[in-house]
């Protein structure tokens, strides 16, 4: 598509989800998984992801947010790529 070059594009869920909620999925999902909010503005963890842009061209979404983090955490620990499991 013409005009989409140099863009942002955002993918998310049929349901928004916060930051914080992604973070608490991945730590359910991943044990021994922790994180630390910093700063004074904890604002950020509560903001959602616009995937708008990217549907206007046609995508949707075909994996449910839950079940994408499990695959992707899977993927990490068969390939050696959890850096907190050393931790």
């Known amino acids: 598509e013409s005009g989409v070059r140099g863009q942002a594009f955002n993918a998310g869920p049929d349901q928004p989800a916060s930051v914080l909620e992604i973070l608490s999925a991945l730590a359910e999902i991943a044990e021994g998984l922790t994180w630390e ?11 959602h992801l616009d995937p708008s842009r990217l549907r206007a061209l046609g ?20 390939h050696g790529g959890m850096a907190w499991r050393s931790a």
């Open 59 to 78: 995508w949707k979404p075909m994996v449910r947010l839950y079940d994408g983090l499990a695959r992707t955490v899977a993927w990490f620990e068969a």
């Open 37 to 47: 909010v910093g700063g004074d503005e904890q604002s950020d963890y509560l903001e």
